[in-house]
T-cell receptor, first 124, second 108 residues
């Protein structure tokens, strides 16, 4: 059964850095692309970044490009998000998801709905 | 960017009744559309993918339909645990996935 546990959030000042982690179990981590999605307080869901299974290709939303770096360690079944130059608008709960495939071969994210994500608060 | 628009923003329905939620895409996403349920303090739960395929463990009262730009999530007989926020999401343009703004389903 899919299990994803996010950690690493906290309170950080504007301009600071944080590294989020997502520890995965219940599936073959190295076979799946992974995704970070965030949710600002009281708001909807926003895609942040994705990485393919090998780690050789990474993708970012325009809002975080050049500031955030996604990576993975398949030997540790762990996904990371390094967040630099943090801004107040990065304040959100961050969720990780694996990407499964539909019958046409398109990937889509699947979350561990029992998880609570990790809260990042950027404030002075 | 594909913009996803959900309606209504809030839907009030009595337990046992049917709920119909709508989602519109700004351009065709074929059937590359998923629906999620989110309860307070929890991650989203995948309900439907491929516009109409129920995810593992999802009760049969949940059904999805549509293709192209117009989609519908129907909950046939509302249970107490179904009152939550629902999001549609297109993954036609993966990795640049986009979500609707959500529909809050509340008890009437």
């Amino acid at each position: 059964e899919l299990q994803l546990l996010e950690s690493g959030g906290g309170l950080e000042q504007p301009g600071g850095s944080l590294r989020l982690s997502c520890t995965a179990s219940g599936f073959t981590f190295s076979s799946f692309a992974m995704t970070w999605v965030r949710q600002a307080p009281g708001k909807g869901l926003e895609w942040v970044s994705s990485i393919i299974n090998s780690g050789s290709s990474t993708y970012y939303a325009d809002s975080v490009k050049g500031r955030f770096t996604i990576s993975r360690d398949n030997s540790k079944n762990t996904l990371y998000l390094l967040m630099n130059s943090l801004r107040a608008e990065d304040t959100a709960v961050y969720y990780c998801a694996n990407n499964q495939y539909d019958s046409s071969g398109y990937p889509f994210p699947n979350f561990d709905y029992r998880g609570q994500g990790t809260l990042v608060t950027v404030s002075s | 960017e594909i913009v996803m628009t959900q309606s209504p923003a809030t839907l009030s329905v009595s337990p046992g009744e049917r709920a119909t939620l709508s989602c519109r895409a700004s351009q065709s996403v074929s059937s590359n559309l998923a629906w999620y349920q989110q309860n307070p303090g929890q991650a989203p739960r995948l309900l439907i993918y491929g516009a109409s395929i129920r995810a593992t463990g999802i009760p049969a009262r949940f059904s999805g339909s549509g293709s192209g730009t117009e989609f519908t999530l129907t909950i046939s007989s509302l249970q107490s645990e179904d009152f939550a926020v629902y999001y549609c999401q297109q993954y036609k343009k993966w990795p640049t996935i986009t979500f609707g703004q959500g529909t809050r389903l509340e008890i009437k």
